[in-house]
């Protein structure tokens, strides 16, 4: 099958009220180019709709009836979705027809991994009939449901992804040197040995708890370039004590919901002394990870939006004795990754190939996924 433009969405745990959004012409095997990347934001009400249907999938955690809100957050999520992608197309003079398929990820609400022989449970809110549908444009979604049915975790999902730019920057001499850390909501890790082992699993926090105790003293959604924590010093024996949890020591396969470690770790502390030990205890998490790993790795390409933050990667460094570079000395665009991912798994789901492995989601074999949504007529 030749390579076709793809458009690919991602809206992270985060929750900073943001869309990624690129194209990547590829065959679901190969990048064979990268297109135009934005960052586009939903309406302020929309962004609102998303926080409150967070908050009541927790009191929800998998019951029989959903929250009403979350088919009003989906809806509106959907729809600022499409708007969001008309715009981005407009933007870059680029007509509907030119785009073969979007990678829509959604925005995940609650995700519970498997646990003692009991089946996972993932929700993701999205609907990509309403993308199609707005836009004229075929939709792959729901990429999680159909890994957590099958006993796997449902996540991590973007090892294939990152395998196939690890290809794309010629590591493949030695790639078990060389693994991609991706820093969001979650952190989570990708392994390669360059043949046919493939691992990838969640770290611990990355963003998540450290933009959630800035939010709570009032002072923005981040500690913007880690200037807060490098204020601060980490209160090393809680942070052993935390670094205790069991959730570290376990082997991969492994995922974690946003709200797994939250903020609440920081309780009782300064505003710096908080931000410093949730910072050091996210890369302190890192460094458990990589012991994991069946080679340790000399060096991480971080993505995401924790790479931004210089704090946070010099604690890597130092709690993890490992080299950081940014995805963007590879040539990778490092905020753009994960949109990208969704766009290649769309393709990848399209030719019903593998999204899933035993070694990344603990699925029983390499299986493929998501939803597929067609329009039902297609806009010139």
């Known amino acids: 099958m030749a390579s076709q433009w793809c458009i690919g969405l991602m809206t ?3 929750m900073d009220g943001n869309i990624d959004i690129a194209m990547l012409k590829t065959d679901g095997n190969t990048i064979d180019e990268f297109g135009p990347y934005t960052l586009a934001s939903y309406p302020p009400e929309t962004n609102l709709l998303i926080h409150e249907a967070m908050a009541a999938a927790q009191e929800w955690n998998f019951a029989d009836t959903e929250p009403d809100i979350f088919a009003k957050a989906e809806k509106a999520l959907s729809e600022g979705h499409a708007h969001a992608i008309s715009q981005f197309l407009s933007k870059n003079h680029i007509s509907t027809q030119t785009i073969a398929l979007i990678g829509f990820h959604g925005q995940t609400v609650l995700h519970r991994p498997p646990q003692d022989g009991v089946r996972g449970a993932t929700r993701q809110l999205g609907n990509g009939q309403i993308l199609a549908d707005m836009l004229g444009i075929p939709v792959v979604y729901d990429f999680r449901t159909q890994d957590v049915e099958a ?7 973007a090892a294939i992804y990152h395998q196939a730019l690890l290809r794309h920057a010629n590591i493949t001499d030695k790639p078990t040197q060389t693994a991609i850390l991706n820093l969001g909501g979650v952190g989570n890790i990708s392994w390669w040995d360059g043949n046919n082992t493939l691992i990838a699993f969640d770290t611990g926090p990355a963003n998540a708890p450290i933009n959630d105790w800035i939010n709570i003293h ?3 959604e981040m ?8 204020r601060g010093q980490a209160e090393e024996a809680r942070l052993q004590k935390l670094l205790q949890h069991p959730y570290f020591s376990e082997n991969f396969p492994k995922s974690l919901d946003r709200n797994s470690f939250t903020q609440t770790m920081a309780s009782g502390l300064t505003l710096e002394n908080g931000a410093a030990t949730l910072t050091a205890f996210s890369a302190s998490a890192i460094s458990k990870a990589l012991d994991l790993l069946p080679e340790r790795p000399k060096r991480l390409v971080a993505c995401g939006g924790g790479r931004k933050n210089p704090q946070l990667l010099q604690e890597i460094e130092a709690r993890a004795s490992v080299k950081v570079i940014q995805a963007e000395e590879l040539n990778w665009r490092g905020d753009a990754v994960e949109a990208e ?3 290649f798994l769309a393709a990848r789901c ?7 492995f035993p070694g990344t989601t603990g699925v029983p074999h390499p299986m493929s996924g998501g939803t597929q949504a067609h329009p ?4 010139s």
Request: glycine share 18%; with cysteine; hydrophobic share 35%.
């Open 12 to 14: 992270g745990t985060v």
């Open 151 to 157: 006993g796997g975790q449902g996540a991590p999902l």
């Open 218 to 220: 009032n002072l923005g």
């Open 223 to 230: 500690d913007r370039d880690g200037l807060i924590a490098a």
């Open 341 to 343: 991912c969704f766009a």
């Open 350 to 356: 399209n030719r019903n190939l593998p999204i899933s």
């Open 376 to 379: 039902h007529q297609r806009k």
